[in-house]
């Protein structure tokens, strides 16, 4: 089987994806002229040059640079556009996203022209594109946990439009403890709960996710293989995990994808999806991080298969939409 030819035409759902982070070099010199915002690097080419990171917050410390061309409704609109579109030609039926409020609260943005922008975009990738989508609202752990519950405050005449909370940033030095009960009060309004674990942060990052925060989802959580009575539990507790591989190499989690824990999880009986993270900094949608573990690993059509229904499985979806992408998705791995 010609496994391009699969990957291409096979039906995606994407669980870990920042919206801040599909920020593309083009579209933010636009936005920056647009606003009249000054930026640090005098070109595309000079910027996409800048994109050689060493670990997670060498990396941070230019995503927040470019969040500060995002000033209007019709910035976050057009943003989030461009990425149900470039999506929408790879195969993606469903997408959950995750936006940074305070990444732009602080910036004196208000959070309804943020909210508002997004979620236009969705509804209209929905009914344009076909792409069905939700809105995760993510906490920055390295601020403070007051900080956090002032955002959920503001988001509280939004919630219809928010599926979960997440937490997300600088890992290292910033447990899930810290926010315990800002995402007790998350549930309370009725909202799931996801977290950023196990990343650059040790397993215990990951224990403290399912025991405090008591998420749905992992994300990342790479690193939990280093602790055999986590990934037994995870197992039993059919716990998804949002894997990113091109961002874990180019972040140097893993010196190189053959290095990547994905196979070893996969193997464990671990439910691993593939997700892209940030794509305008790590180099790739969904389609190529599909691609770059099945070239890494030689996966065939029945490992394809298992991660496209461990995310359909892993998503908010209600059952009857899941069963379609389902179904959908076995059509086109037995196509041949």
Excluded at 8 to 29: D, M, N, S, W, Y
Excluded at 67 to 72: E, F, S, W
Excluded at 97 to 122: E, K, M, N
Excluded at 186 to 208: C, S
Aim: hydrophobic share 45%; aromatic share 8%.
């Amino acid at each position: 089987m010609d496994m391009g030819a699969l990957i291409a035409r096979l039906p995606k759902v994407e669980l870990h994806l920042h919206i801040e982070g599909t920020l593309e070099p083009e579209q933010l010199f636009a936005f920056a002229k647009r606003n009249g915002v000054a930026l640090s690097h005098p070109s595309v080419e000079a910027l996409r040059a800048a994109y050689d990171f060493h670990n997670l917050q060498s990396f941070l410390d230019l995503y927040y640079q470019g969040t500060a061309v995002l000033q209007t409704e019709l910035d976050f609109y057009e943003l989030t556009m461009a990425y149900l579109e470039r999506v929408a030609a790879q195969g993606v039926v469903h997408t959950e996203i995750f936006f940074d409020p305070q990444s732009h609260t602080d910036r004196g943005i208000a959070f309804g022209t943020v909210i508002d922008g997004i979620t236009r975009a969705l509804t209209e990738g929905e009914q344009r594109l076909g792409v069905s989508s939700k809105l995760i609202l993510c906490f920055l752990r390295h601020l403070d946990e007051d900080a956090a519950f002032a955002t959920l405050r503001q988001a509280e005449p939004y919630l219809d439009r928010i599926v979960a909370v997440g937490l997300d940033s600088s890992e290292v030095g910033h447990p899930p403890s810290k926010f315990e009960r800002v995402f007790s009060a998350a549930r309370e309004h009725g909202l799931l709960t996801v977290a950023h674990a196990g990343e650059e942060g040790p397993p215990e990052y990951i224990w403290e996710a399912l025991d405090l925060l008591k998420v749905s989802r992992i994300d990342h959580g790479v690193r939990c293989v280093e602790d055999a009575n986590l990934v037994a539990r995870l197992v039993e507790e059919k716990m998804p995990l949002t894997v990113c591989p091109l961002s874990n190499t180019r972040l140097c989690v893993f010196p190189d994808m053959r290095a990547h824990t994905l196979k070893q999880m996969l193997d464990a009986g671990l439910k691993a999806t593939i997700n892209s993270d940030d794509p305008a900094y790590f180099g790739g949608y969904m389609t190529e991080n599909f691609t770059a573990v099945q070239e890494a690993f030689d996966f065939g059509p029945e490992e394809l298969l298992a991660l496209s229904l461990n995310s359909v499985e892993a998503s908010f979806l209600d059952a009857g939409a899941k069963a379609r992408i389902t179904d959908s998705i076995r059509t086109a791995v037995h196509r041949d």
